[in-house]
Nanobody, 125 residues
């Protein structure tokens, strides 16, 4: 059974930092494309960042230079280091995975076939 379990969310002041984690099981983590996707209150899903099986990463423009996606294949864990957080980063953050033949780092959330339950990030003073 595939499982993705996120943690690390919380309440942080503007300008602060958080590190999200996502522990994966039930599939060959190292071979999969892994992304972080977020959903702000009242809005749709927004793809944030993706890392491929080689460790190369891409980001949505709004988080470039502030967020860093990484992974530890030995621990089957995906991370998102978030710095210089602002109120616009408030959202539920999900990790998502895709590994079917021909897949790559999709920037469209619906292309991912495995999802975690999410972890809430709230940026507020």
């Amino acid at each position: 059974e595939v499982q993705l379990v996120e943690s690390g969310g919380g309440l942080v002041q503007p300008g602060g930092s958080l590190r999200l984690s996502c522990v994966a099981s039930g599939f060959t983590f190292s071979n999969y494309y892994m992304s972080w996707v977020r959903q702000a209150p009242g809005k749709g899903l927004e793809w944030v960042a993706c890392i491929d099986s080689y460790g190369s990463a891409i980001y949505v423009d709004s988080v470039k230079g502030r967020f860093t996606i990484s992974k530890d294949n030995a621990k089957n864990t995906l991370y998102l280091q978030m710095n210089s957080l602002g109120p616009e980063d408030t959202a539920m953050y999900y990790c998502a995975a895709v590994g079917r033949s021909g897949a790559y780092c999709y920037t469209v959330p619906v292309r991912y076939n495995y999802w975690g339950q999410g972890t809430q990030v709230t940026v507020s003073s």
